[in-house]
């Protein structure tokens, strides 16, 4: 047998027929226009009755009126017309709708009609799938599409299937006018009909820093995506540079701007895109590490830009104030600063320099009137909240600045990297978090957590007196890096106390959930219904996607287990295909990478 499969590639297929990305300025306005809506018609013909329910009540058909693209279900009644049986419903005659299903809005009014079987039709016709690659019929991929037949009016069911073929991604399937989605249902009509893949030749998507310097980590990434396939793009955190946000992308290749995660109609040729770069309006902060945050001095200045170093007016009793602290430098009041900005997520801050009444030091100082260097005593703090210390050499300047609004009894959670203990920049903290927690050897949840400080990058801060009881926390978010959920687990955490304003404070080290990769339906097995599963959530994602209307619809660790084909991100019909050939044999494991 023929390898099927030699290689699966990134591509994402999610729309033949695609709305044009509106250009950067216009995507930044505010769209104060109510969409237009279209009218969904229902009509039954004169001939035709109503089956009633099983109370005896006849179901109502309504028409509707709703905006482009808005989900309409078709109607579960049964019909009934002298000599024929009722199949479901058509707007054109070529798409078939059964009962229950999902109808999409177009852009005009439509009229939705039922299609009939004739009584007594014994006039069968066949609906086709013919493969063909170079010019010649491949027999094997032929073989996993076998033929359905039907007679007029009746629906038969697109196969899920899809083949591959060098450069190409194959999206459903067509009849030369029309293109059919896996799962998506055609009419017979009075003659046979011939399928043949609906291939869509792939490009390069691109995205790169450019010329931007500090830059942290990658600086490069491709994507395969098909021609006129609609793809979302990357978000603001694709790239990392100190001192700098993304907020839009601009393409090298039509010369338009747009936004982060705006809609992208993939053009027929390679696409670059570079970061619009926005340099970050700082509040630098001057700590001065007395026992009153109002001490503290705050400064605005941007990326590139240069501040002038303050006076300090603080009074520490015993001290005299030696100049501003950062990187192991010590500023004296007037000196300039160039701000060069930090790594997404850090702030910069400055912190006050001690030294004991009576003594002469001399500082080390950035200034040019000063060049001495000697050992100096310092204070500096853990947080904005910590007590005040004292020790006979400069210390480590904190690594998390922690919001001075943070109230007593309060619990501040930071959440590092468990293997390099680095702290994680990209965790956005919103009202998705939850706590579980046990109380007297009682498991309790509750959420949203009533979050102090939720801007992005600082450390959770909840309230102390709602939580004081437990015994165990664990926290759990589902935003983080493109929505993969993580688990907070407090386990390995390193606990500080500071018994002055009872706040607790909670190193928690980020990991991953175990995956069970392929079991899309969290049977515990990798077989067919999974791949089954995700055609479905795909073609039908109100019904069988996460929080679907379907009671078997995909769950949040199914998605995750379903994501088997890992240059594709995300859920595709590449991760059903891939589970297709781990099934014949055809991938050795999954999943995919």
């Not at 019909?79 to 005659?93: H, Q, S, V």
């Not at 200034?367 to 703090?381: E, G, H, M, R």
């Not at 084909?565 to 050939?581: F, K, Y």
Request: glycine share 8%.
């Amino acid at each position: 047998m023929k390898t099927i499969i030699k290689r699966i590639t990134a591509a994402a297929a999610s729309a033949v027929i695609a709305v044009c990305s509106a250009g950067f300025s216009n995507s930044f306005g505010a769209d104060t226009e109510e969409p237009p809506l279209f009218k969904v018609h229902f009509e039954l013909g004169d001939d035709v009755t109503i089956v009633p329910d099983d109370d005896g009540n006849v179901p109502e058909i309504k028409d509707v009126e709703k905006e482009y693209n808005a989900a309409v279900f078709m109607p579960k009644a049964e019909l009934e017309r002298e000599g024929y049986y009722f199949t479901g419903w058509t707007a054109d005659n070529v798409y078939g709708y059964k009962g229950g299903m999902v109808y999409r809005v177009p852009d005009h009014d439509v009229t939705i009609t039922p299609v009939w079987n004739k009584k007594g039709d014994k006039d069968v016709h066949t609906v086709k799938y013919s493969v063909e690659l170079d010019g010649e019929v491949n027999e094997e991929y032929e073989k996993l599409v076998p033929p359905d037949k039907g007679i007029s009016g009746s629906f038969i069911e697109i196969s899920m299937y899809s083949f591959p073929r060098d450069g190409y991604k194959q999206y459903g399937w067509t009849d030369g006018t029309h293109l059919f989605k896996g799962q998506e249902y055609i009419i017979i009509q009075d003659e046979d009909i011939t399928l043949t893949p609906n291939w869509y030749k792939k490009y390069l998507l691109t995205y790169t820093v450019g010329d931007a310097d500090r830059v942290n980590g990658a600086t490069k990434q491709e994507y395969e995506v098909i021609e006129t396939g609609e793809v979302n793009l990357q978000n603001s955190s694709r790239f990392s540079r100190n001192g700098f946000e993304i907020i839009g992308w601009h393409c090298e290749t039509d010369g338009k701007d747009y936004k982060c995660d705006q809609k992208f109609v993939m053009q027929s040729s390679d696409v670059i895109m570079t970061p619009i770069w926005f340099a970050i309006n700082y509040n630098v902060v001057f700590f001065a590490n007395t026992k009153s945050d109002d001490d503290d001095i705050r400064i605005k200045g941007k990326t590139d830009t240069t501040i002038t170093i303050p006076e300090c007016t603080a009074v520490n009793e015993g001290y005299t104030f030696g100049g501003w602290e950062k990187d192991d430098k010590i500023y004296q009041p007037g000196d300039e600063y160039l701000i060069v900005g930090e790594k997404p997520g850090l702030g910069v801050f400055f912190n006050a320099v001690w030294t004991p009444a009576g003594s002469e030091p001399t500082t080390t100082t950035t200034s040019s009137s000063s060049s001495a260097t000697t050992t100096v005593t310092t204070t500096t703090a853990t947080s904005t909240l910590s007590a005040t210390s004292t020790s006979t050499s400069t210390t480590t300047a904190p690594t998390t600045t922690i919001s001075s609004d943070i109230k007593p009894y309060s619990y501040v959670v930071v959440v590092r990297d468990k293997k390099t203990n680095e702290l994680i920049n990209d965790v956005v903290l919103n009202a998705s978090w939850y706590v579980a927690y046990e109380i007297n050897g009682q498991d309790v949840s509750t959420g949203p957590l009533e979050l102090i400080d939720t801007s992005k990058g600082n450390p959770a801060v909840f309230s102390y007196e709602k939580y004081k009881d437990a015994k165990k926390c664990s926290f759990s978010i589902d935003g983080v890096q493109g929505g993969s959920p993580y688990i907070f687990n407090n386990e390995d955490c390193v606990i500080e106390s500071d018994d002055e304003k009872h706040i607790v404070y909670y190193n928690v080290y980020l990991t991953k959930p175990d995956i069970s990769y392929g079991d899309a339906n969290c049977d515990g097995n990798v077989d067919m219904s999974d791949v089954v599963l995700i055609m479905q959530a795909l073609a039908n994602p109100d019904k069988y996607d996460v929080d679907g209307t379907s009671e078997n619809c995909l769950t949040k660790a199914g998605r995750l287990n379903a994501d088997v084909n890992q240059e594709s991100p995300g859920l595709t019909t590449d991760d059903a295909l891939v589970i297709q050939m781990y099934l014949l044999g055809l991938v050795d494991k999954l999943p995919l990478i």
